[in-house]
């Protein structure tokens, strides 16, 4: 299992639902996690019932069998200022380049600078080990930015390293990508049973192997549970609406002659099974497209209920059935 | 909230049973037939419908008789196909198919006139991020120093779109669209940023990097080297680039040095036009309208955009909600559609078990919690298999003939009641949802856009869409329930 576990998807899939869910499940059974924020939106502190997060690891969840979740949402202008301190004790100087506007700008502006730091600090918490030689957290798991841009984000290291070809930048920019390469990085696709997230899981995962980075699996998130079946919508187009009527009517909901209660059901439940149907069909199709992928498909049930933190350790047992940690 | 719109709202909601609680009610089509709406820029989170309702506004528009161009940043591959701008070349093509409904005769004059004119036009681009940059550069360089910038390592990472790049070229090539004056609407979608807000922000900040010492500094080698008089000010500059060549590593700030060396004369240029952009932005013939769907992320990013477009100046024409679900079967609620299926499913449990029917006709309590004057189920004269079929519903042995049809009707029909039992909570769902928004800012109109069972390829599904949003209430996408 690899320790640097990266979630992407398309807007609205429930990509940060989906890493938090992961980083509770891998947590089970008294395993450390980091789950890691990278694009300022306090999305985990929302999802967890929480306070804001700062920019410090701090335990927002207990898993089942005594685990812990920590979280950490990385600033990328705090992480800088962090690694100028750490590696180069740079603490005055930077605080002079910030005066000038140079923090803003290289976390900001300069290309890639920004995506250097929130994946190096992730792959730094990945290979931070504690005084007795053992890694601090188990995994690492990264609410990482939206398909479209994942494959830059994570290949920028390579970029950087390219542009600025000697230097600790250089250096920095090289010891993460060895990481992100490596077996010990899988990054997830989540997407949603429609045509255009499918699309583009498609397409992301044809520039994630084109850039050599470790695919790992498909997660479908929100799947409707299957209401009727195929005979059902077989029936559906050929039933007598008076038959319907009269079995709606048996149930208690009123009379089945024209006009009445039950009656006046039926034309607006066949309606929505129609809309059912289609939904269904194509459904039907991008579960193929998915399939096609070769990758490992997964899917979570949407919740009724609607998100919170109950359902969010619903969809980390999920998680952990289907053998995702 | 000013009488009039008030009334507009109250009548909406009495004719349509609304879905959701009513608000003020966004009227889009005023607003795309106004001729001094200029710029419609739609704004929200990723994953909203973004794309599809910039372009679905776009084809309405030209159809009411405008000429409008739409500025897509990312669009979904069948869409961009359907309107002829997959092919990426940075300037706006001309869509075919675009129908005439504006209603008034054919006339090949565009100007003057308000409200609905013959000869709409519809024009789309996608944006080009590199190009665009690229368009600037040998705008405003002379050849060589243009070839210079264009063949900088740190220009080539720069254009090609790392953060904030994007957002600064969307709003670039809005002022260029702008500037042009072909067109007499200009409908951009807005990038899917980090934050959503990005390209708010991009002008500004490019502003004031641009008129910081950091430029100073960078530039310090080349400007203040030799001049006496200015040793003091030089060894701290030196100091910066020193600690700024330790971090980028020297060959990478030499880079970068020459980079803005070769761009300080720009610059000014760069500053004025995001300046003139923004302030585009606040004018009064721009509307902004902030894009969600009814699920509490996508409307917390609304409520943050609708307070940052305020605090910005930037004027809001609205809120459009997509993907809202209705029923034409609202009576009936979740949980009595759901006792209802439990009481059809029962009795075949029970005669998996042993054939004790019994139970089939017992919660007729239902039936009289419902409503004092509901039917009682009577025979229907006019329907002999009416009749029929209520005759053995009334049995509490199935009949031979029957039973198995009988059985997977009433299977079925538990099906359908499950079914709406899930759509009912999906309507209070959203409904909780959309509340939580309008509590928050009750003052902010609101189009709802029926949710649609597949995604929006062709300029059909894209006209369906305006119609969707003019019309403002959710509506079951089968016709004969419309009807």
């Given at each position: ?96 380049l910030k005066k000038l506007g140079a923090i803003d700008f290289a ?173 269904h069909a194509l459904e039907h199709e991008q579960r193929a497209v ?36 | ?441 009750p003052e902010v109109a609101v189009a709802e856009v029926a949710a ?32």
């Open positions: 299992m690899s320790r640097l576990q990266v979630v992407s998807g398309k807007g609205g899939t429930g990509k940060t639902t989906v890493a938090a869910a992961l980083a509770l499940a891998l947590a089970t059974e008294g395993k450390r996690t980091l789950l890691v924020e990278v694009e300022g939106r306090q999305g985990i502190a929302q999802l967890f019932e929480t306070e804001a997060l700062p920019y410090e690891e701090r335990k927002i969840a207990v898993a089942p069998g005594g685990g812990e979740v920590y979280a950490l949402a990385i600033d990328p202008e705090l992480a800088l200022l962090d690694y100028l301190q750490m590696f180069y004790k740079m603490g005055g100087a930077g605080r002079a976390t900001t502006i300069a290309p890639g600078l920004r995506d250097v730091l929130l994946t190096g600090k992730a792959c730094e918490a990945v290979r931070r080990k504690d005084k007795s030689g053992r890694f601090v957290y188990d995994y690492v798991v990264m609410d990482a930015p939206p398909t479209g841009r994942i494959t830059r984000f994570l290949n920028v290291n390579d970029e950087v390293a390219g542009l600025a070809r000697i230097g600790p930048i250089h250096n920095q920019a090289q010891a993460v990508m060895r990481v992100l390469k490596s077996a010990e990085t899988a990054v997830h696709m989540v997407t949603l049973l429609e045509e255009m997230p499918v699309q583009e899981t498609a397409d992301g995962i044809a520039e994630l192997r084109a850039a050599r980075l470790p695919v790992g699996r498909i997660i479908v998130n929100m799947v409707r549970p299957e209401v009727l079946d195929a005979a059902d919508l077989e029936l559906v187009r050929s039933v007598p609406r008076a038959a319907v009527a009269k079995s709606l009517s048996s149930a208690g909901l009123g009379g089945a002659r024209r006009g009445g209660n039950a009656e006046r059901l039926v034309d607006p439940l066949l309606a929505q099974a129609d809309e059912y149907a289609e939904r998915l399939d096609e992928l070769g990758l490992p498909v997964h899917e979570l049930p949407l919740l009724a209920e609607g998100m919170d933190l109950a359902g969010l350790y619903e969809l980390a047992g999920e998680l952990r059935e289907q053998g995702l940690s | 909230m000013s009488r009039p719109e008030a009334a507009h709202a109250h009548d909406a909601a009495r004719q349509h049973p609304p879905h959701l609680s009513p608000a003020r009610v966004l009227d889009l089509d005023p607003l795309l037939d106004d001729p001094s709406t200029r710029i419609v820029v739609c704004c929200g989170a990723g994953g909203v419908g973004k794309t599809t309702t910039a372009a679905a506004l776009g084809l309405r528009a030209a159809e009411r008789g405008r000429k409008v161009v739409v500025l897509t940043i990312d669009p979904a591959r069948r869409l961009a196909q359907s309107m002829g701008i997959d092919s990426l070349d940075n300037t706006p093509r001309r869509v075919k198919g675009v129908e005439d409904h504006s209603g008034a005769s054919r006339s090949d004059s565009v100007e003057g006139g308000g409200g609905r004119r013959a000869g709409g036009e519809l024009h789309a681009m996608m944006l080009d991020m590199k190009r665009t940059f690229d368009e600037i550069v040998e705008a405003h360089a002379d050849p060589e120093r243009a070839s210079a910038i264009l063949g900088n390592p740190f220009y080539q990472s720069l254009s090609a779109g790392f953060a904030g790049t994007q957002e600064y070229m969307a709003m670039e090539k809005l002022g260029q669209l702008r500037a042009k004056d072909e067109w007499d609407l200009i409908v951009v979608d807005t990038p899917p940023s980090r934050s959503a807000l990005d390209f708010l922000d991009a002008p500004k900040r490019l502003g004031s990097f641009l008129d910081g010492k950091l430029i100073r500094v960078l530039l310090a080698p080349a400007k203040v080297g030799g001049r006496a008089g200015m040793k003091f000010l030089n060894v701290g500059m030196s100091m910066m680039t020193g600690a700024l060549g330790k971090l980028l590593g020297g060959q990478l700030l030499k880079d970068v040095q020459t980079f803005v060396a070769a761009m300080d004369s720009m610059f000014g240029g760069f500053r004025t036009r995001a300046d003139a952009t923004y302030k585009l932005l606040q004018a009064p013939g721009t509307a902004f309208l902030v894009v969600a769907a009814p699920e509490r992320d996508a409307l917390r990013e609304a409520a943050y955009f609708v307070e940052r477009l305020a605090a910005e100046d930037m004027p809001l024409a609205g809120l459009v909600l997509n993907r809202v679900h209705g029923s034409g079967a609202d009576r009936l609620s979740a949980e009595r559609a759901l006792a209802a299926a439990e009481n059809l499913e029962e009795p075949r449990i029970v005669d998996q078990e042993g054939g004790k029917a019994g139970l089939r006709n017992s919660p007729d309590t239902y039936d009289s919690s419902e409503s004092a004057a509901s039917e009682a189920p009577a025979p229907d004269a006019g329907s002999p298999a009416v009749t029929d079929m209520e005759h053995t519903a009334a049995t509490d042995e199935p009949q031979p003939a029957t039973p198995h049809l009988e059985r997977s009707v009433d299977q079925l029909t538990a099906g359908l009641l499950r079914l709406h039992s899930e759509r009912m909570q999906l309507l209070s769902r959203e409904q909780r949802t959309r509340d939580r928004f309008t509590a928050l800012h649609l069972p597949g995604d929006v390829h062709d300029l059909a599904g894209l006209r369906d869409i305006g119609n969707r949003l003019a019309a403002n209430r959710p509506e079951l996408p089968d016709p004969a329930v419309g009807a």
